[in-house]
């Protein structure tokens, strides 16, 4: 879903930063702001297919579902109804295709 010069881009930057807290700068990167979550842009977005690719992630560190609390799925829930008319989809990879496995996200396209 990513162009070769995305791909060289993310793959270079994993090298380069291989410890690094995936979505720790979400403060400086913050396009909506909600109680327990928050949407910011990809660094490395999927170009083939989209021309905007921004990420749902919540503020406290979960790797799934099931890491999360009653709060934070409540307000997802309500946020999917907040955006359904702003994205064309809303992506969950599974764990055989995530680049980030220790914190939940959502990619949010507009194809």
Do not use: G
């Not at 995305?6 to 994993?14: E, F, I, N, T, V």
């Not at 764990?95 to 980030?100: A, E, F, G, I, R």
Request: aromatic share 14%; charged share 30%; net charge positive.
């Amino acid at each position: 879903m990513r162009t070769a010069k995305m791909k060289k881009q993310k793959q270079k930057y994993y090298l380069q930063h291989p410890a690094r807290e995936h979505f720790s700068d979400w403060k400086e990167r913050c396009i909506q702001e909600f109680s327990y979550w928050v949407i910011i842009p990809n660094y490395f977005p999927y170009d083939l297919i989209a021309y905007t690719h921004h990420l749902l992630v919540p503020k406290r560190k979960c790797a799934d579902f099931e890491d999360m609390n009653k709060k934070e799925f409540k307000e997802l829930l309500k946020i999917r109804q907040k955006i359904i008319h702003k994205y064309d989809c809303m992506i969950e990879n599974f764990p055989s295709n995530k680049s980030v496995h220790t914190h939940f996200h959502l990619h949010l396209l507009l194809l």
